[in-house]
């Protein structure tokens, strides 16, 4: 678990592989196995680790979630939507047999069958990311956007959340979707330092920098400007993170270097004499 909150998920792989057949029939090391898996988009594993479907609930969800992503990454849309109903009924079914639950455990299963939900949106609208056709690619993602918004529960304990946070965030990857993906990732993080969690906030900023120092995806000939803009909304975030983390001279010179940026264009943008509003005296209300 301190691997995975550190985001050490390649490790957490590596680690993991050292295992005998015996240490992976356990049901609380293929629980964490499955979680590590999706995290880290790893689709292929040991036959020992998919030989026999986990006991505990929280084992069959962490598989069925991995069979389900797994089945998306190759184009099965059928098999994802299937394994997602199968585990939805699998948690309805944990829910009615245990009765008056704790509110932690109630929570925690209200969280998980959000998070079927949006795998199953995704599936829905997958022929449309893979298709590739612009217009269809950004209908479909406004459409995907909305139905996870109506879905977004931002005051609640980030723990709580971030399974869901980090699935969205798994799906964006795996359609390309590299500016919404962003957004989340920026998002993830303030979620995270508002709540304490400035480990998971540094952790979505640092993914952010990886994006950015990659090649051009397949929806995009170049960078978007949300990653590799000097002055976007994350390098304001990771000022803010630095800032609670202690490291004030950072975060300070991060707010610098982005009035830098920004102050050029703000100034030729009210110099520009042809549309200067210099130009005309009554103009000039609106910038004061």
């Known amino acids: 678990k301190a691997l995975r909150q550190l985001g050490c998920l390649h490790l957490l792989k590596s680690y993991s592989k050292a295992f005998g057949e015996e240490e992976f029939a356990s049901p609380e090391l293929k629980e964490v ?6 995290r880290a988009g790893q689709w292929n594993l040991p036959t020992a680790l998919t030989r026999a479907q986990g006991t505990s609930s929280a084992a069959a969800f962490n598989q069925s979630l991995h069979s389900a992503l797994s089945a998306l990454d190759r184009n099965d849309v059928g098999c994802a939507v299937q394994e997602t109903n199968r585990s939805r009924a699998h948690l309805l079914r944990n829910a009615i047999r245990g009765g008056a639950e704790s509110s932690d455990a109630m929570n925690i299963t209200i969280m998980r069958m959000r998070m ?17 056709g ?6 479909a993602m406004q459409s995907l956007r909305d139905l996870w918004s109506s879905r977004n529960v931002d005051n609640a304990p980030f723990r709580l959340i971030e399974p869901s946070l980090a699935l969205q965030g798994i799906i964006l990857n795996m359609a390309g979707l590299e500016e919404q993906h962003t957004q989340l990732l920026t998002r993830t993080s303030i979620l995270a330092r508002k709540d304490g969690h400035t480990t998971e906030g540094v952790q979505a900023i640092r993914t952010i920098r990886m994006m950015a120092q990659r090649g051009s995806t397949a929806h995009d000939t170049q960078r978007p400007d949300l990653i590799i803009s000097k002055t976007s909304p994350w390098r304001v975030e990771e000022a803010k993170l630095l800032w609670a983390q202690g490291k004030s001279e950072s975060a300070i010179a991060i707010v610098n270097s982005i009035v830098r ?14 549309k200067s509003p210099l130009a005309d005296p009554k103009s000039t209300a609106h910038y004061y």
């Open 261 to 274: 940026q920004m102050k050029p264009n703000s100034l030729m943008r009210q110099l520009d004499t042809t």
């Open 33 to 38: 196995q499955f979680e590590a898996a999706w």
């Open 134 to 139: 612009l217009a269809n690619l950004e209908a």
């Open 116 to 132: 079927l939900d949006d795998v199953s949106d995704a599936a829905k609208l997958w022929r449309y990311f893979c298709a590739g």
